[in-house]
Antibody, heavy 122, light 108 residues
Framework: QVQLVESGGGVVQPGRSLRLSCTAS????????MHWVRQAPGKGLEWVAV????????YQADSVKGRFTISRDNSKNTVYLQMNSLRAEDTAVYYC???????????????WGQGTLVTVSS | EIVLTQSPATLSLSPGERATLSCRAS??????LAWYQQKPGQAPRLLFY???NRATGIPARFSGSGSGTDFTLTISSLEPEDFAVYYC??????????FGGGTKVEIK
C-alpha cells in the first residue's frame, strides 16, 4: 500500500532553516510528481511546492518563493523541502502528497502523509 | 489568484440527512476542481477530481457536480463517518493552486 512518511519538523527560531523529508513506499516513486501542502493550526490548506517525477521541473507558491526549495532523490524514494529564512507565518503542519497522475502532474493529490509540524518561534 | 469561496462555513445536520456544499470560484476554472475530506488529526482525502470524477474507494453517496465558477458536493445520506471538514481545490491556474476555506459538516 502507498505510504508517505514525513520527518524533520520541530521548533525553529525566525530566520533559521529546516529541511523536511518525505519517504515513500508502495509505489514507483520515480514515476510521480510530488507536492508539499501545509496547514497552519486551525486553518485551511495551502499548496507549497511541486517537483516533477524526474526532478527537472519545480514550482513554488509565491509565499515561499526564494526561501523554500523542493528536491527529490529517486534512489532513496524521498522528497525534500529545504526551508530557509523561516517566518512565524510558516508555522504549520507540512504534508507531502503524491500527484494523482504518472509523469505529467495534474495537481490533484491522491495520497498524503500524516504531516510534520513546523513551529517558528523565538 | 483564483479565490475559492465555500459555503456555508458550517453545516449542522443529522445522520441520514442530505448535505449540499458549495464552492464558488472568482473566475472560471472549467472543470478543474477537486474535493477533499479532512477529519480531525488526519490528512485530507481526495474525494473527486475534475469536478465529478470519484476517486478510488469513495462511496456512491458522495457526488460532485458543476463547471465554470459554481460547484457542488452532495452527500445523499450522511453516515457518522462523514462528519468532517470538506475543502475544494482548483488547478486551473497551475502552478498557482488554491484551496477554499472549507465547510465543516457537524452533527446537529
Amino acid at each position: 500500500q502507498v505510504q508517505l512518511v514525513e520527518s524533520g519538523g520541530g521548533v525553529v527560531q525566525p530566520g533559521r532553516s529546516l529541511r523536511l523529508s518525505c519517504t515513500a513506499s508502495g509505489f514507483t516513486f520515480s514515476s510521480y510528481p510530488m507536492h508539499w501542502v501545509r496547514q497552519a493550526p486551525g486553518k485551511g490548506l495551502e499548496w507549497v511546492a511541486v517537483i516533477a517525477n524526474d526532478g527537472n521541473d519545480k514550482y513554488q507558491a509565491d509565499s515561499v518563493k526564494g526561501r523554500f526549495t523542493i528536491s527529490r532523490d529517486n534512489s532513496k524514494n524521498t522528497v525534500y523541502l529545504q526551508m530557509n529564512s523561516l517566518r512565524a507565518e510558516d508555522t504549520a503542519v507540512y504534508y507531502c502528497a503524491r500527484d494523482r497522475k504518472v509523469a505529467a502532474a495534474d495537481y490533484y493529490f491522491d495520497y498524503w502523509g500524516q504531516g510534520t509540524l513546523v513551529t517558528v518561534s523565538s | 489568484e483564483i479565490v475559492l469561496t465555500q459555503s456555508p462555513a458550517t453545516l449542522s445536520l443529522s445522520p441520514g440527512e442530505r448535505a449540499t456544499l458549495s464552492c464558488r470560484a472568482s473566475q472560471s476554472v472549467s472543470s478543474y476542481l477537486a474535493w477533499y475530506q479532512q477529519k480531525p488529526g488526519q490528512a485530507p482525502r481526495l474525494l473527486f477530481y475534475d469536478a465529478s470524477n470519484r476517486a478510488t474507494g469513495i462511496p456512491a453517496r458522495f457526488s460532485g457536480s458543476g463547471s465554470g465558477t459554481d460547484f457542488t458536493l452532495t452527500i445523499s445520506s450522511l453516515e457518522p463517518e462523514d462528519f468532517a471538514v470538506y475543502y475544494c481545490q482548483q488547478r486551473r491556474s497551475w502552478p498557482a493552486l488554491t484551496f477554499g476555506g472549507g465547510t465543516k459538516v457537524e452533527i446537529k
